[in-house]
């Protein structure tokens, strides 16, 4: 298996423009084609296919990319990336209710917001350490959902009703779908408008990680004290990370928010940020198809087997760790973590108490820092 | 706004220090499991859960209709912490041998430890919703539901500080969470393995080159953390005398984030980081009212945190004889 | 770092690959679905749905109006109608965004022309929308709030009277039959327990009581800052809004404390759970409100009693929180179809002009979808049992 996908890589990587741009768009249009009636059955037999393309998947893939960037980039560790996703709900709900602003104004506000309470929340923050900054960003999730159930001014425990969906375009019909047709009950073109979203959000991720911001990352999450002595300014690179992760999340929840006619507080839990967490570890953190794969599989899998409704999430549970057990460093991951996995931290840095061991040549943290 | 807490100022503080005791408890699970592993133990909410649920089992057995008294009261007391203690002590070491140590071996990273450690977490819950509760507890189609424990002590009052009444109960259990932590205090100042869990989390390299066997150390850790967890359960169940399968979450969070605004890692900052906590959280209600307790905690939280990164004690194991 | 390591669409490629190739090899497996009723040849068998938390942890209030509406069903069948009937359950867990996938699916894939549910206010006011543009009827058997009336849905109808009606009710009650002057009211801080606690303080200040309140989050455990609060505030009587599993627990703490002020509680607490959590003891007397009417063992009605026996002889339970509303929404559109209607929009029109005795109530609908009976009822605890006290209007504090 490692063979050939180093196979395959190695010939992607050499592959000439032409046709790696061909594959692309033949990704793009299958995406398209995904919501089909013809797998539907298979893929969905105990709920509407379209509509689990919709919300948890293409969700579930926007967040991980989002969270991604910094988790998978940046390596630093976020327990509460669900108040971005809840930023960019309320958002949609509020500016929508109460300005009657539309979609795509409030898109970029909802980007911006976000953003912005990402450089909020990283400012004061991002100087602590690993494991401190995941309790800080739990933390934070919890205020902003707690605040929000809080507030009767937004909408209490309630939340807020009657949501306006996008602005429709009618009669561009095609293969009998009303394409930009925002309405209540077809799911399909939310769906495609989250195929664009993410497309575009895949696009610039990219660009970014191959730039010097991406390098700059890779020697942040690499070894922190290491990159800032190299003339890395670590803050401002971290900083970035937050607030770039932070709008893509602010962005899923403007257009999710866009369809689903009401929110409340409840729809933001601790449990979805792990989720989000546990989709792009599964699938190999830092590296996009990976994650990709990972939300996937994550979102899909209890819809699939909802027949076994009652032991689902159980054995997810058992999955997870199983999987963690077998390949740690994901099902799909980057060639460059996993060397930088072999090597020891990952990034993330490895246990205490390692035990120098044949097979594994981890360098153990030292606990004084 | 500030009158409510004036007025009943000892009874928040007082009702503040027993569920800080608790906290404390189940803090020191997470900061010893850190300060060795350099881990967040996320099932360690489960293993606290399993606590729970092993007194509430010992009085379901015990068939107590009504309350105890003289020595079948301590009796039941015992019986019900060491039933707790046991259960979570022996599920912390299983939940370190099929989770954790595979990729301690394999030396994957804290990241990956973190995503089996929800899981487990996960698996745990559903467990007792699916399995256990319905067929060990015999409570069919009722794994989700809050099950009561019935009463096994009554609640008197014991004496009063400025206007405010202390139970009998509440006074066992700050007692009892208190002892527990001198204890081990003294385990891992004053015994050779806590010479050894010392030197396992200030260089571990070092310490398996001098001859500390590391996988019995990690062991020993989580059986430590374990029973704490579980005698917190136990006393739990004492006090409020109600459990379910997801009951581990949320105090869980709070014990985490004790541990962590005491300096995680750090022992006797896990004890204070859960009284700070706990009467953060009963003033900030009185003054804010309760809905804003959770806001108020973790906002203190990282308020904390701006000016002492890394806690109020400072980390470390080693640093905890300080 | 190796120069030319583009990987974004080779992996991206396997990844998705592999779901297409997954998504095909399963499709050729599956040997096409369901085709549902013709529309044009005169269907056998019409498919009604139930939606509601059948698994989670609210389905203690979702399993036995299920059941009713089974029994309503069987009812039906067993008469040896030209049309029969078919109930699906769909378990939307009491999530919201769930319960709109379920309804699409039960529009597209299962064809349905009613739906019993969503069973809470949450879910319906996403799901509802979807059966609106579906033009789906649709009677819920316990969604209790207030706003849902308030959308012009037009195949929306419920069996309950709503928040509106039963927190002014309770805070009648407690005002007048139980005298209380100065009351404090906690919510749980959900959807249901926030409107409807908000809804008793609103009528409590217009009868001229004092209202001091707070609120406690449902999955915590530890609630003496709450307690402490009452303590005080010296109440005579406590409301909370919101489910058994905080309001047993709240129940508990006070009266440790010694609060003894009587404890008042919404629908959302009518579970035997209440009891459990708080010990027999001190959950003795409280009082809990419900627009839902229980069978009894001391019931009188002919018809309830029917009820209550056939239930038990088929689910083997007695029959318990909005069983009866559950049989008496199925019945609705039993009736309706009895009466000839077999396609969606007759039958939403039939439902419309329901006028029948129902277990629960005389069933009518008024053009927004609320029931025309307004009756409350108040329960209370005696003996670590929950017993009928009778309706909020004439029953009486012994």
Redesign the interface.
Known sequence: MGAF?DR??DR???APGWQ?WT??VL?FI??LL?PSE??G???SP???W???LF??VGTYIVLAIGLNIV?GQAGL?DLGFVAFFAIGGYSMALLGTRLGLNFWEILIAGVILSAISGVVLGG??L??????L???T???G??VR??A??TDAIG????I?GIPHPPSIDGVVIFGVDIFHY???D?RPYYYLLVVVATLI?IFV?RWE?SRVG?AW?AIREDEDAAEVMGVPTFKFKLLAFAIGASIGGAMGVVWAGK???I?P??FL?MLS?TI??AV??GG?G????V??GA?LVAWLPERFRGL???R??V??????A???FR??GL?P???RKAE?AE??????????????P????E?????K | MFDNLLGSFWPYTIDGLILGAIYGLVALGYTMV???????NFAHSEIFMIGTMASAFVVMVMGVTKPLTGLALVGGLLLLVLAGGAASAGSAMLLER???R???????????????A??????????FA?VIIPYVFNRPQQGRNQMGVARIMEKDTLFSIGGAQVRVDQVIIFVAALGMMVLLDLLVNRTKIGRGIRA??????TA?LMGVD??K??RVTFLIGGLMAGVAGALFVLQFEVTKFSIGFLLG?KA??AA?LGG??NLRGALLGGLFLGLIENYGAAIF?S??K??I???V??LV??FR???ILGE???QARA | ??P?????????????A???GL??C??G??T??TTGGGDSAAPTTLKIGFMGDL?GESSGIVIPPSNGAQLAVDEYNATNPKVKIEMIKY?SRAD???A???A??A???DKVVALVGPAFS?ES??AV??L???KIPNISASATNV?LAKNGWKYWHRVVPNDGVQGPSIADFIAGAAAAKNVFVVDD???Y???LADAVRAQLKTKGATVSDD?LDPNATDYSSTVNKAVSAKPDAIFFGGYYAGAGKLLKQLRDKGVQAKFFSGDGSLDKGIIESAGAAQAEGALIGCPCRIPTSAETDEKVKKFAADYKAKFGADPLIYATEGYDAMTAFTKAIAGGATTADAINEAVGKSDFDGISKHISFDPTGEPSAKSIYMYQVKDGQIGLLGDTTTAKLS
């Not at chain 1, 100087?127 to 401190?132: E, F, I, P, V």
């Not at chain 1, 990034?347 to 120098?356: D, F, S, W, Y």
């Not at chain 1, 153990?364 to 004084?368: K, L, V, Y």
């Open positions: 996908t395959v890589r992607w990587a050499t790696r594959v692309y990704l299958g995406a995904l013809s797998i059955h298979f893929m105990y709920s509407d379209a509509s689990v919300f948890p988790v560790l004061p923050t100087r602590l350490r690993g494991d401190y995941a309790i800080v739990l933390g934070f919890e205020i707690q605040t159930e809080n209490g425990p309630r939340g009703a309405g209540v009950l799911p895949i990219k191959k390098r890779a689903t006619i009401s409340n409840n729809d601790f792990a967490l546990a570890v599964l953190s590296n996009i198809p990976g990709i794969l996937f409704s009652e032991y999430i159980m997810f549970g058992a999955a997870l760790v999987l963690m057990i740690p460093e799909l980057s060639r460059r996995l020891g931290t990952g990034g993330m840095g490895a246990m205490g108490a390692e035990v120098p061991d097979q594994a040549h981890a153990p943290e030292g606990a004084a | 850190y300060g060795v592993l350099r881990l967040i099929i989770a954790y595979p990729l301690r071996k394999r030396g994957a990273s804290r990241l990956a430890a973190l995503i089996s929800i899981g487990a977490s996960l698996f745990l819950q559903e467990l699916l396992t989390s200030q260089d571990p390299e398996v590391i996988d150390i990690v969070i985490f984030t962590v995680i890692g009212g809905g804003w959770d806001v905690a973790f906002s939280l990282v945190l701006m990164p890394t806690g470390s194991l080693q | 770092m190796r030319k390591i583009a990987r974004l669409g080779g992996v991206l490629a396997v990844g998705v592999l779901t297409v998504a095909a399963g499709g497996g599956d096409g679905s698994s378990d919201a965004t769930t709109v996938n379920l699409q699916k529009i597209k894939d949450g006011k996403q929308p979807v609106e543009e579906a706003d801080k959900s959807e327990g926030k409107g609120a």
